[in-house]
């Protein structure tokens, strides 16, 4: 007797919901990659500017400590300008944040009588710290202030 083969031995009706299975599980594959390479930029994109918008809010935060530390040294009844504007770069350096511009609103905190406010803003390039370069983020200037008052 002759052995019949496995495909003989299914009936057509099978045989045909296999292949129906077989053709729709590739149709949506094929939709599924087509999804992917429609959606992947978009994700790759948000993935990218939330890094950058992330390091944006680090840089801002850094720079609000400078102004902090420096008008926090430049208020004492010892502080002196010196002191206040290399005690905010040391800050932003420990954050690799070179460029930065650090102004007295003020005057000398030297020369500020005690009980008056001492005023210091810290402004500084957020390019140094961008990723991917984004242009919606570079060319920006952080600016913070802060205010205490002298002993």
């Known amino acids: ?4 083969k496995m495909s003989e031995s299914i009936p057509n009706f099978y045989r045909r919901s296999i292949c129906k ?4 599980r590739s ?3 094929a939709a599924a990659l087509v999804e992917l390479a429609v959606c992947m930029p978009v994700i ?3 993935v990218f500017a939330s890094l950058e918008g992330a390091n944006m809010l ?3 935060q850094a720079t609000v400590q400078a102004a902090y530390e420096a008008t926090k040294c430049a208020s004492r009844r010892d502080g002196t300008r010196l002191q206040a ?3 905010a770069a040391e800050v932003l350096a420990a954050r690799r944040i070179n460029s930065l511009s650090i102004t007295f609103v003020t005057g000398d905190p030297q020369a500020t009588p005690s009980g008056s406010d001492v005023t210091v803003r810290v402004s500084a ?3 140094e710290r961008l990723i991917t370069g984004f242009q919606i983020f570079s060319g ?6 802060a205010t205490m008052q002298k002993e």
């Not at 007797?1 to 019949?4: D, T």
């Not at 299975?21 to 729709?24: E, G, L, Y």
């Not at 920006?140 to 202030?145: D, G, S």
């Open 21 to 24: 299975r077989s053709c729709n």
């Open 85 to 87: 504007e290399r005690l």
């Open 125 to 127: 390039n957020s390019d």
């Open 27 to 29: 149709k949506r594959r």
């Open 1 to 4: 007797m002759k052995q019949k």
């Open 58 to 60: 680090f840089v801002r």
């Open 44 to 46: 790759v994109l948000v």
């Open 140 to 145: 920006r200037q952080i600016e913070a202030v």
